[in-house]
């Protein structure tokens, strides 16, 4: 992308904060692990043309989501696709208070720390705001990622009959967890989406006898 990567010693303060919490090893007890869910609602699909319109995110300790530790910002649109906005709502000109680029992923770093990141397509979300980080000339995310439509193919029967598909929606997990849709396509709605799938597939994953960590990020 032709970018421009500052060296580390010209990093900012806030990012060299979070890169810090990256020095100590990660719990081998799944329970004491931190969980941030997120989401992204963006101008389109292309990480080098498209923008993120804001980000949605919450947090899972011990199996539990913690609703006072909510996040959810909106950024200021530089550029604009009308043809998106049926998708998304957010107008260019909206009634909510939008923040810079840089001072979003300030924001999002701080939230974040070193939790581990869950997404459902998370290729998707996590390339877009790594794109937006070396924008800024900052690195790429260091967070360990979990993808909900990957693991979830892991609580699926196979058999000879039926066969999984490759991919599944995010209306698809709600419909067979019976979540409600009711913010859908807002990111703050879907990260909550994703949340509640998250814990119904590893509720049910645990049933197995080799669950761990490593086996929701093979």
Not at 81 to 94: E, F, P
Not at 120 to 142: E, Q, T, V, Y
């Amino acid at each position: 992308m032709g970018l421009f990567k500052k060296s580390n010693t010209n990093l900012p303060e806030f990012w060299k904060t979070y890169e810090s919490q990256f020095k100590k090893p990660i719990s081998k007890d799944f329970d004491e692990l931190t969980f941030v869910v997120l989401d992204t609602e963006t101008t389109g699909f292309s990480f080098d043309e498209d923008r993120i319109l804001s980000i949605g995110a919450l947090k899972i300790k011990k199996e539990t989501v913690s609703v006072q530790e909510v996040f959810e910002i909106y950024l200021e649109q530089e550029k604009f696709n009308k043809d998106s906005v049926h998708v998304h709502g957010l107008l260019k000109h909206g009634q909510r208070v939008c923040i810079s680029e840089i001072s979003a992923l300030e924001k999002f770093l701080d939230y974040v720390e070193n939790s581990i990141i869950v997404a459902h397509h998370a290729g998707f979300d996590l390339g877009m705001l790594n794109s937006a980080l070396l924008r800024n000339g900052l690195p790429k995310l260091k967070n360990t990622v979990i993808d909900t439509g990957v693991i979830y193919r892991k609580t699926l029967i196979k058999s000879y009959l039926v066969q999984p598909k490759t991919n599944y929606t995010l209306d698809e997990l709600a419909e067979k967890f019976a979540i409600s849709k009711k913010d859908r396509h807002t990111a703050l709605g879907d990260a909550y989406i994703t949340a509640v799938a998250f814990l119904k597939i590893v509720s049910r994953l645990r049933e197995k006898k080799n669950f761990s960590l490593k086996m929701l990020m093979s």
